[in-house]
C-alpha cells in the first residue's frame, strides 16, 4: 500500500509541476511551483518514514549526481549566510537557496523511491504534459487563447527551455526507434580502424509500442512549432532585455578578483550588488545606462557571480552527467 502510495504522490507531482500556477497569487508561477515542490518534499518524506517503520529496513541511494548536487547545495547555504545582504530574500525567493535544498532532498528521495521500470512512465507523463504546453502556446499564438507573455510553465523563457529539453528526448526517441539496435551483448561496436565506441554510450532500440510512437510523433511535431513560435516572439515580438554579455562578464572578472568572492560569490539573489559596485563606466554610453540589472548575462554567469565558481563547476558536472545519462538511459525507456 504504501508503495502504491509513493508512486502515487511521484506521477502526480511530476505531472503537476510543469502544469502548476495560480492566477490569484501575487506571483503566479515561480513562487508556487517551489511550494509545490516543499508539499512534494513533505508527502514524499512522511510516505518514505511510513515504508522504513513498516520494513524496519533501508538502503540509501547514491549516483554520479549525488557529490555535486551536495556540493552545490552545501555552497549556496554558506554563501547565503557569509554572503548575502538578505538571507531572508535568499531563502525565500524562488529559483534560490531554499529552492536548490528542496530540490536536492526532493532528489535523494527521488533517487531512494523512483523504481527503475516508473522511469518510462515519468518520461511519459512529461511527455503528455509538453503535448498540453505546446497546444496551449499554438492555440495563443492564433488568438484561440488570451494573449500574454506566460504559459503554465511560466514566462515564454522557461516553457522553451522545457519544451526544447522535450524535443531533445522526444527526437533521440524517434531514432531509437528507427535505428536497429546496435549493443550486442555489453561488448563495444567496432566502427572503423582502432575506433571502438562502449556500449553505454550507444542508442537502445526503443520498445514503444505503435500507439506510444504515435503519441511521442504528435507531441514533436506540436512541440517544435511551439518552440519556433516562443523563439519568434522573444526574438522579434518582445525581446527581453538581458545584460550584455560583455558588462556580465567584467563583473564575473571583478568578483574573482578577491578570494572570498571568488569562492562564495556575493551571495544568492544579491547581483544587483555586484552590478552596482563593478558595472563598467562603458555602460553609461548604452541604452541599458539607466537600468539596474539583477541578474547577470546568462544563468551560469550569474550562478558564478552569486555563488562562485565552485558552485560553477558542480553545476557543469550535473549538466555534463546529464547529458550523458540522457544518451545512455533514456533511449531505452
Not at 513562487?31 to 512534494?40: C, E, P, Q, R, S
Not at 548536487?69 to 554572503?83: E, G, K, P
Not at 534560490?96 to 522511469?119: C, M, P, Q, R, V
Not at 517544435?224 to 522573444?234: E, P, R, S
Request: hydrophobic share 55%; no cysteine; proline share 5%.
Amino acid at each position: 500500500m504504501t508503495n502504491k502510495l509513493i508512486r502515487l504522490a511521484i506521477f502526480l507531482f511530476v505531472f503537476l509541476f510543469p502544469l502548476f500556477f495560480l492566477p490569484f497569487t501575487p506571483e503566479s508561477y515561480e513562487f508556487n511551483k517551489m511550494m509545490l515542490v516543499f508539499l512534494a518534499v513533505i508527502i514524499l518524506t512522511l510516505l518514505l518514514a511510513m515504508k522504513l517503520a513498516i520494513t524496519h529496513r533501508i538502503a540509501l541511494k547514491r549516483n554520479i549526481f549525488t557529490f555535486p548536487f551536495l556540493l552545490l547545495s552545501t555552497l549556496f547555504v554558506i554563501s547565503t549566510f557569509f554572503q548575502s545582504s538578505s538571507i531572508v530574500t535568499a531563502l525565500t525567493t524562488p529559483l534560490s537557496t531554499s529552492t536548490i535544498l528542496a530540490g536536492f532532498i526532493l532528489y535523494l528521495l527521488f533517487t531512494n523511491l523512483i523504481k527503475e521500470e516508473d522511469h518510462s512512465q515519468i518520461m511519459l507523463i512529461l511527455t503528455l504534459d509538453s503535448l498540453f504546453i505546446s497546444a496551449y502556446i499554438i492555440l495563443q499564438k492564433i488568438g484561440l487563447f488570451p494573449s500574454g507573455n506566460f504559459s503554465p510553465v511560466g514566462n515564454f523563457t522557461a516553457s522553451l527551455l522545457f519544451l526544447l529539453v522535450m524535443i531533445v528526448y522526444l527526437v533521440l526517441k524517434t531514432i531509437s526507434k528507427i535505428l536497429p539496435s546496435t549493443i550486442e551483448n555489453g561488448k563495444k561496436l567496432e566502427v572503423s580502424g582502432d575506433a571502438s565506441v562502449p556500449s553505454e554510450w550507444l542508442p537502445e532500440k526503443s520498445q514503444d509500442t505503435p500507439e506510444v510512437t504515435f503519441f511521442n510523433l504528435v507531441t514533436l511535431v506540436l512541440s517544435v512549432t511551439a518552440g519556433a513560435l516562443l523563439i519568434y516572439h522573444l526574438a522579434k515580438v518582445q525581446k527581453p532585455v538581458i545584460l550584455p554579455f560583455y558588462f556580465g562578464w567584467g563583473i564575473f572578472l571583478e568578483v574573482l578578483k578577491d578570494a572570498k568572492t571568488m569562492l562564495l560569490g556575493v551571495g544568492p539573489t544579491n547581483f544587483v550588488a555586484a552590478f552596482t559596485l563593478a558595472k563598467p563606466m562603458s555602460i553609461n554610453l548604452t541604452p541599458f545606462w539607466n537600468i539596474t540589472f539583477t541578474v547577470s548575462s546568462s544563468f551560469l554567469l550569474n550562478l558564478a557571480t552569486e555563488t562562485g565558481i565552485i558552485a560553477l563547476f558542480s553545476y557543469l558536472l550535473i549538466l555534463f552527467q546529464s547529458i550523458r545519462l540522457l544518451w545512455n538511459k533514456t533511449l531505452s525507456t
